[in-house]
């Protein structure tokens, strides 16, 4: 038997629930090994890995047991990426990274790329520079004893955002490109299989909002997958493309099978999410070989769920892993980097005698320039003499024209103290006095005190109560309006229970407030 899974695992260096290491590097590698040995899988498919090659170590990477493959995006860091784990017992003939064949070595590739005249080279790169696609290419045995290929693509396919239109596009072609690499290795006689985050709830029965979502079956996306998928129980294979989900071929009718949920509103709990996970195999190949197509939902760890199948064919090792293992990587080889590989070619110096001689003259020039520069800093004769002597500090400030100036040795008059007369206070009004100036003291420091008192009041008195929603009489929870419009930016209040179905009265009710502008 061989068991494949898939499973968006939403950053790959993320840490898993009940994993705790002293050391990172260690707490990596003890991770990945759970995950490995927990999904029990001979072929492992991972989206979505955040990861890119100058942050990729070691103990990630390579896994005893197992063979790695990655594949990076080359244009954002912790974005996007792919990784395919395969024990050694399933060790794969060929890898390659990316559908459109520009990424490929002419080594140990894949191959059978089809007709792609419809993209120009810069799209082509554009769609494979996110890495969001690896292929693996296998040698299996059936049952009966034949031996046969079976190439298993790893996809991540990209999200439409509805802020951005290009996406959308950028999104369509991707789609595009798969279908063709898809069949055209089919039609090289190999078996093949795609699996991953497909990103496209394709049935009603799929989507956990689908009857509120208007035009949902005029979404391109679900359109695309019409034409990919066929109906396996349509003999003559007349109606759809030449794939099966194989997850509806055993299970045509479940509802509330989800693989992904959204964390922000905890709809997890009361499994109220969409199914954007699929493994998708050739006609033949489903019929004929698969035993069965399971979801994973008690794994947790991330917002997507693994998917899987097994298919009752044994898988035929090779003999020597493809060049792009991550074992031959030379950061992991453990081979020594030549220094021309931290080095980036300088321009080209001049070489004519035109060159170095203007290049002479430029210099001859700077030099003059230079000295010219030192002989007007130096100080002359007639300066130095000039400033010779400690000054007064009083040069260094200025009379101001509103008092008149004053010698600085003339003082004036002064009265004799004896000239001067004073009249003796009774004791009575010495009394009477401290009393009055002590109580305009007290009160003068009782009244900034209180002044004090009330501006930290309105500062530190906190936010107002949060209001009650209306259906469980509980405090809402804030939020603010991210999405472009005129509201962006905007505060609100809803209900602070996880989102579920409209009908479960213990999932988030419909409650809604505007926040007041403070």
């Not at 055209?184 to 699996?195: D, E, Q, R, W, Y």
């Not at 004769?381 to 101001?400: A, C, I, T």
């Amino acid at each position: 038997m061989l068991r494949v899974v898939s499973w968006n695992i939403n950053g790959i260096r993320s840490p898993i629930p009940g994993v705790a290491c002293q050391e990172p590097a260690s707490c990596a590698a003890v991770a990945m090994g759970r995950i490995l040995g927990e999904l029990a899988a001979d072929i492992v498919c991972l989206q979505e890995t955040k990861v890119t090659r100058d942050v990729l170590t070691e103990p990630l990477a390579i896994i005893e047991g197992y063979n790695s493959y990655f594949s990076f995006s080359r244009n954002r860091s912790g974005y996007s990426g792919v990784a395919t784990f395969c024990k050694d017992s399933a060790t794969p003939e060929a890898a390659e990274e990316g559908l459109s064949g520009l990424f490929a070595t002419q080594n140990g590739d894949v191959g059978c790329y089809g007709n792609m005249d419809e993209f120009t080279q810069d799209e082509l790169r554009a769609l494979d520079s996110e890495g969001r696609a690896l292929l693996t290419q296998h040698k299996i045995r059936t049952q009966e004893g034949q031996e046969r290929t079976l190439t298993l693509i790893n996809v991540y396919c990209p999200h439409a955002d509805p802020g951005k239109p290009e996406r959308l596009t950028f999104k369509m072609r991707f789609y595009r490109l798969l279908q063709i690499r898809a069949e055209a290795l089919l039609a090289s006689g190999s078996h093949v299989i795609i699996l991953g985050d497909l990103n496209t709830a394709h049935r009603p029965i799929d989507h956990c909002d689908a009857i509120n979502m208007e035009y949902f079956e005029e979404d391109p996306g679900r359109k695309w997958m019409d034409g990919l998928l066929s109906n396996p129980r349509c003999q003559d294979g007349s109606h759809g493309g030449p794939f099966v989900d194989s997850f509806r071929h055993f299970q045509p009718k479940q509802e509330r099978a989800f693989t992904c949920w959204s964390v922000v509103t905890g709809a997890r709990l009361f499994n109220y999410g969409s199914r954007l996970d699929y493994v998708l195999g050739d006609r033949t190949l489903v019929i004929d070989t698969f035993q069965s197509s399971f979801l994973l939902p008690e794994v947790m760890g991330s917002d997507h769920c693994p998917v899987g199948a097994v298919l009752s064919v044994s898988s035929l090792p090779a003999k020597q892993c493809p060049p792009l293992c991550t074992r031959f990587l030379p950061e992991f080889a453990g081979t020594q980097l030549k220094i021309v590989r931290f080095l980036v070619p300088r321009e080209q110096a001049p070489t004519s005698e035109e060159s170095a001689s203007q290049l002479g003259n430029q210099t001859r020039t700077q030099v003059r320039q230079n000295k010219a520069r030192v002989r007007s800093a130096r100080p002359r004769p007639h300066q130095v003499g000039s400033s010779r002597g400690q000054k007064n500090l009083m040069n260094y400030f200025q009379p101001s024209s509103n008092h008149p100036q004053t010698s600085p040795d003339s003082e004036p008059p002064r009265q004799p103290l004896a000239d001067i007369p004073v009249m003796p206070k009774a004791p009575e009004e010495e009394a009477m006095a401290k009393v009055v100036g002590g109580q305009a003291k007290a009160l003068e420091v009782k009244s900034n005190k209180e002044v004090q008192m009330s501006f930290w009041k309105s500062v530190l008195g906190g936010p107002s109560p949060l209001p009650l929603c209306a259906g469980h009489k509980e405090p809402c929870v804030m939020r603010t309006v991210k999405k472009p419009g005129p509201n962006l930016g905007r505060r609100f209040y809803m209900c602070a229970r996880p989102r579920g179905p409209p009908n479960d009265p213990s999932a988030r009710c419909n409650f809604f407030l505007w926040c007041m502008p403070s």
